[in-house]
């Protein structure tokens, strides 16, 4: 039987606020939580950013009091579902931990939502978003290991490579070159509708985390690399926004966002491992069920709209997590030298199509000239241990020296990239073996 969520029950407003003891909640073990728990608990967090965040935006912009009380009166509940969320992580794990599952998220959610995404042109944006997170999680891993001595297989589990792909210098671009067309609002599916709100906000997350938390350490190369990535997020929370049609109505953008919380945590729930982390899915996707549901009525009041014509009758699996090696690889064999086209279309090419006058050739020498923390985070780690913290598939590690040489571009390196030769001579002795 199909689950819609305009037909379920879900908690009455007025029996949602819970005690602080609820709201601040109890931390899993991070030696012990399955890394998935953990990627789903990184997701919501930013779920509820999200909703929260566009509540106040909706609120400083609207004067009907009807919809104005309502919405606060919901987004009350959103932080402090946020609270119980985030605070699921336990203190003995450190920023570059959660960085870690952060990257992990982006990686593995990506490539699950591109495998299930109607759309081929929003699929192909995925495919190749989903590149940029994966070597963003291979430059990190080398500052979890050099600075807290951290395996990354601790927190990815075995579950997502660690091995470059389109190398982070070149995710440097014009911002508007990021920019990709808009969804018609009333041709999209529901489905494309809901996967983009729920990686959008797991990217604008990944920006923020990054942004909060960069300065945490002592290293100043560490600090440079979160500079840089952080950056790359933004331009990543550029990306899948102006997918979205901004013709949608507040009200409609209101009604998705409940739309979106629904499925992530109706998906949550199906696939929690963690008996009292279900739990918690489980009560607040009835809390959602009861926001969506309001806001449904919201729209047919406000704006003659049913509910059904924008959200369908059905929920889908916004946040499924598991192992995309496979897909991974194979998108990193198609498409490490794939770039934005930076043309009116917006479109992708391959590096030897690119324009000599590329805008993004300027952004990339600008913030690259005094070399790329990226590369450097590389040279860190062979300086200290005679090889890069890596552990991937023989698939994509075989002819990795042929791979990178075909990511680098002739027009454009940083001064201190690593070229294929280095790679080359690196010790190929596994690390964590
Ligand atoms: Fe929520
Ligand atoms: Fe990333
Ligand atoms: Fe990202
Ligand atoms: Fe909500």
Redesign the pocket.
Known sequence: MTFNPLKEKGISLDKQLRSWDKVSGCPFKRELVDCYTRTRQILMNGI?IE?WNFKHNFLRMTDEPEIKKLVAQTRH??TT?QITVNWMSPPNQSVLDTTLGYEQVAVDLTAWLSQNEPDDYVKETYDFGLLEDFDHLYRYSQFAYLIEGTDPNEIVQYKTNVMFARPTQYHHNENFVRMRKAYDKDKASFQTKANILTLLAGEQQTHNFYAEHGFMYGSPDLKKLYAEICDVEEEHVTMYETLIDPNETPLEKLLLREFM?VCCYHNCYKDEVDPKIKLVWEE?LA??IE?LQIAAKLLEKYEKKDAEEVIGTEVYDTCHFESQKEYVNKVILDEVDKRLDGKPEMGYCKIDELDENWPSYKAQKDTCKTGAPSEGSIRMSVVSINSDVMSADNVILKDREKLLERSLEDKYKAPNTVMPDEYASFSKEELFK
């Open positions: 509820e909703g509940i959103e579902q919380e607040f809390m959602e926001h």
